[in-house]
């Protein structure tokens, strides 16, 4: 089973940057769609980006122009670059499988506010 550790987030200000990481441990990571997701306090899960085992990506319309979704296969991690940051991006952000999931890892929260 593959173990996920996300990091990276944080305070910031409405406008700021914040890169979150995620560490996947096992070899499989290279071969598998992977995406990042958030859930907010009182909604569901959503699903912000994903990007593919060759590196083609796709982001929800709310993060378009916003958000880059990376990987680097050599050390098993993914990364968000979240950049002009609103305080409706506030949530708990978690990586996993784009299709199926493994176990969900603590996810890393994100909070935007003056």
């Known amino acids: 089973q593959v173990q996920l550790v996300e990091s990276g987030g944080g305070l910031v200000q409405p406008g700021g940057s914040l890169r979150l990481s995620c560490a996947a441990s096992g070899s499989i990571f290279r071969f598998t769609a992977m995406g990042w997701y958030r859930q907010a306090p009182g909604k569901q899960r959503e699903l912000v980006a994903s990007i593919s085992s060759s590196g083609s990506t796709n982001y929800v319309d709310s993060v378009k122009g916003r958000f880059t979704i990376s990987r680097d296969n050599n050390k098993n991690t993914l990364y968000l670059q979240m950049n002009s940051l609103k305080p409706e991006d506030t949530a708990v952000y978690y990586c996993?499988?784009?299709?199926?999931?493994?176990?969900w890892g603590q996810g890393t929260q994100v909070t935007v506010s003056s």
């Open positions: 996993n499988k784009h299709i199926g999931n493994w176990i």
